[in-house]
């Protein structure tokens, strides 16, 4: 589904037979047209979940409900709110395009929608708090979440990411401070600086992460 030779290997040319539907890129379900969307990749997910939080829990200790923080509400990417309710911890996903937030709250596959960071959190620490399992969707941008929780000085037990990161410029992860329409308008309009945006705010994803692992975050 994706085989090109070299001469016809950039990714102005993968965009290109993709646009004339003669290829497509995908891995495993997606690439071979069996995708089925998230219910494809919710057993490997709560698997990976389950493990991570095993990783860090002390033996014995079974009372810690682990918060989980990640980003991407999308076809695959979806399945994680639903995997951290299965693997019994807290989850925020964070998903810029609202559309694909709410559809997921519509199938039940998130428990609950907010649009604020610190709504968003305060949630999650209410519902660790309690020893339950939940998942929360915000709408926005993950960076803003990674920053806040950094800010705050907030324990992130588990932290991970399913933004689409091997199409950077096409939609595949977007830049902070603008909105979504925005983004999509600066992407066909201007994607030089679209690209440049991009960039700035992975330093900035980075950056916020680094700080919260040093401060005991499982990043996986």
């Known amino acids: 589904n994706g085989m090109m030779i070299p001469n016809y290997s950039k990714q102005d040319d993968w965009e290109k037979f993709n646009a004339l539907g003669v290829t497509q890129y995908g891995q495993m379900t997606a690439g071979s047209y069996m995708y089925i969307g998230p219910q494809g990749i919710v057993h490997g997910t709560t698997i990976t979940v389950l493990n991570a939080a095993r990783k860090i829990t002390q033996a014995g200790n079974t009372q810690n409900v682990k918060l989980f923080v990640t980003a991407g509400l999308g076809g695959m990417s979806g399945a994680q709110p639903k995997a951290g309710n299965i693997a019994g911890v807290v989850t925020i996903c964070a998903e810029v395009n609202e559309h694909a937030a709410k559809k997921r709250h519509s199938q039940g596959w998130v ?6 960071v610190d709504e968003a959190i305060d949630s999650a620490l209410e519902y660790q708090q309690k020893g339950k399992a939940h998942s929360i969707a915000l709408v926005g941008n993950i960076v803003d979440l990674w920053e806040r929780f950094a800010e705050r000085n907030i324990k992130v037990d588990l932290g991970s990411d399913q ?7 096409a939609g595949g992860y977007y830049p902070a401070d603008f909105t979504y329409e925005e983004s999509n308008e600066m992407m066909a309009n201007a ?5 440049a945006e991009v960039q700035k705010t992975l330093r900035r994803h980075a950056a916020a992460v680094n700080t919260l692992t040093e401060n005991g975050m499982y990043f996986f």
């Open 191 to 195: 994607p030089e600086k679209f690209k």
């Open 163 to 169: 933004t689409s990161l091997h199409n950077p410029w």
């Open 111 to 116: 428990d609950e929608l907010v649009y604020s």
